[in-house]
């Protein structure tokens, strides 16, 4: 296998199979893993997208690259060493723009004319994927719940993605996206190992903008764990070719209500609410399937997980807009949690902001009722 392998977490079968979105000895997670050292030698310069790390993608042939100008979004300093990744500015508003473009080019070749992709999604995800395969010329059908945001709905169907309403919510659009059909390639971007090996590039770009000293700490927002286990790879990737001496500490952001990283990670029972109510909704993963992987590799470089309130979200999201950043609540649950977290001293502070303001609804400033 040319620089890469795609291997079971589970039972370590190995493929170089890049349609593969789970083990076929044992139904486990894959991850990628890429065997080469990170060179900034090797970063194309006058490439100003994600793409500029081409060289560390062994399995996506050049030729294949479907790209939007994704990537290298802006950081800002915010006050002091706080620093905004605003990975909002990525073509489709949100960060899964990463995971569509590398997940996207990997597959283009394997997919014939009668062939159609699927993929389930609460809605960035989905609009992510039917901007990426549209821009590909390939058909793409996206699984969505019925509780879905009207303007992530609206941006799915407006890319000319074939949308499916699942009632029953997020578990059961995945189920009904990866039931066989014929001519029907199943990509997930939770399950998809080549979505998350997407989210790596984070962890370049931070090294770049900062030129080359990592930062001291990384509040991620999660829910499915895609970014947050994307960027853990990034910055491991770095340590081990020695570019860096030691990984940043990498916060896991997440509500009350959907905290299941949070209290796995703290050795605490986790019951969620009979209803969400949050005001997150790009974040209601309250049994994500990567939850294991997430916990070991968040434990192995020594993160940490908090967990913040409905109305300190709200708070967090009219403070930044109050700044002129326009984000989803579910991405200002990252700098509520940072204002909730002592504040690393020395050296950057980085909040990753993952979701423009307008593909979610204007919240209002009263307080938030409690759910129960």
Same mark, same amino acid.
């Given at each position: 296998?040319?620089?890469?392998?795609?291997?079971?977490?589970?039972?370590?079968?190995?493929?170089?199979?890049?349609?593969?979105?789970?083990?076929?000895?044992?139904?486990?997670?894959?991850?990628?893993?890429?065997?080469?050292?990170?060179?900034?030698?090797?970063?194309?310069?006058?490439?100003?997208?994600?793409?500029?790390?081409?060289?560390?993608?062994?399995?996506?042939?050049?030729?294949?690259?479907?790209?939007?100008?994704?990537?290298?979004?802006?950081?800002?300093?915010?006050?002091?060493?706080?620093?905004?990744?605003?990975?909002?500015?990525?073509?489709?508003?949100?960060?899964?723009?990463?995971?569509?473009?590398?997940? *996207?080019?990997?597959?283009? %070749? =394997?997919?014939?004319?009668?062939?159609? $992709?699927? +993929?389930?999604?609460?809605?960035? @995800?989905?609009?992510?994927?039917?901007?990426?395969?549209?821009?590909?010329?390939?058909?793409?059908?996206?699984?969505?719940?019925?509780?879905?945001?009207?303007?992530?709905?609206?941006?799915?169907?407006?890319?000319?993605?074939?949308?499916?309403?699942?009632?029953?919510?997020?578990?059961?659009?995945?189920?009904?996206?990866?039931?066989?059909?014929?001519?029907?390639?199943?990509?997930?971007?939770?399950?998809?190992?080549?979505?998350?090996?997407?989210?790596?590039?984070?962890?370049?770009?931070?090294?770049?903008?900062?030129?080359?000293?990592?930062?001291?700490?990384?509040?991620?927002?999660?829910?499915?764990?895609?970014?947050?286990?994307? *960027?853990?790879?990034?910055? %491991? =990737?770095?340590?081990?070719?020695?570019? $860096?001496? +030691?990984?940043?500490?990498?916060? @896991?952001?997440?509500?009350?209500?959907?905290?299941?990283?949070?209290?796995?990670?703290?050795?605490?029972?986790?019951?969620?609410?009979?209803?969400?109510?949050?005001?997150?909704?790009?974040?209601?993963?309250?049994?994500?399937?990567?939850?294991?992987?997430?916990?070991?590799?968040?434990?192995?470089?020594?993160?940490?997980?908090?967990?913040?309130?409905?109305?300190?979200?709200?708070?967090?999201?009219?403070?930044?807009?109050?700044?002129?950043?326009?984000?989803?609540?579910?991405?200002?649950?990252?700098?509520?949690?940072?204002?909730?977290?002592?504040?690393?001293?020395?050296?950057?502070?980085?909040?990753?902001?993952?979701?423009?303001?307008?593909?979610?609804?204007?919240?209002?400033?009263?307080?938030?009722?409690?759910?129960?």
């Amino acid at each position: 296998m040319a620089g890469y392998e795609i291997r079971c977490v589970g039972c370590g079968w190995r493929t170089d199979n890049v349609i593969l979105f789970r083990c076929e000895r044992c139904g486990g997670i894959l991850e990628v893993s890429v065997d080469m050292p990170f060179s900034l030698d090797k970063v194309v310069k006058n490439d100003y997208s994600l793409w500029r790390y081409r060289a560390f993608y062994p399995y996506v042939d050049e030729r294949d690259i479907v790209s939007l100008g994704e990537g290298l979004t802006p950081l800002v300093r915010f006050r002091g060493n706080l620093y905004l990744k605003l990975d909002y500015m990525n073509p489709t508003g949100s960060f899964k723009d990463r995971g569509s473009t590398v997940l *996207i080019s990997a597959i283009r %070749r =394997h997919v014939r004319k009668n062939m159609f $992709i699927s +993929e389930d999604s609460s809605g960035n @995800a989905g609009a992510s994927i039917a901007a990426y395969a549209a821009w590909a010329g390939i058909r793409a059908k996206i699984y969505v719940p019925e509780t879905v945001s009207g303007q992530k709905f609206e941006q799915i169907k407006i890319y000319g993605a074939e949308v499916m309403r699942v009632s029953g919510g997020r578990t059961k659009a995945a189920e009904e996206a990866m039931k066989p059909e014929p001519n029907k390639i199943y990509i997930g971007h939770i399950y998809h190992p080549i979505f998350r090996d997407g989210m790596r590039t984070v962890a370049y770009e931070l090294y770049e903008q900062l030129g080359g000293n990592p930062p001291s700490a990384i509040f991620v927002p999660v829910s499915s764990g895609t970014l947050l286990l994307g *960027i853990i790879d990034g910055f %491991r =990737h770095l340590m081990e070719s020695n570019i $860096i001496d +030691e990984i940043p500490l990498i916060i @896991a952001c997440q509500t009350e209500q959907v905290s299941p990283l949070y209290h796995r990670l703290k050795g605490l029972e986790y019951s969620p609410p009979r209803k969400l109510s949050t005001i997150a909704d790009a974040l209601v993963s309250t049994n994500p399937p990567l939850l294991d992987l997430m916990t070991k590799k968040l434990k192995d470089v020594g993160g940490d997980a908090v967990i913040v309130s409905e109305n300190e979200i709200l708070d967090a999201y009219w403070e930044l807009a109050s700044r002129g950043i326009l984000v989803e609540p579910s991405s200002a649950v990252a700098y509520a949690a940072f204002k909730k977290y002592d504040e690393r001293p020395n050296g950057a502070n980085i909040v990753i902001l993952t979701g423009f303001g307008l593909k979610t609804k204007i919240h209002q400033r009263k307080k938030i009722p409690k759910a129960t």
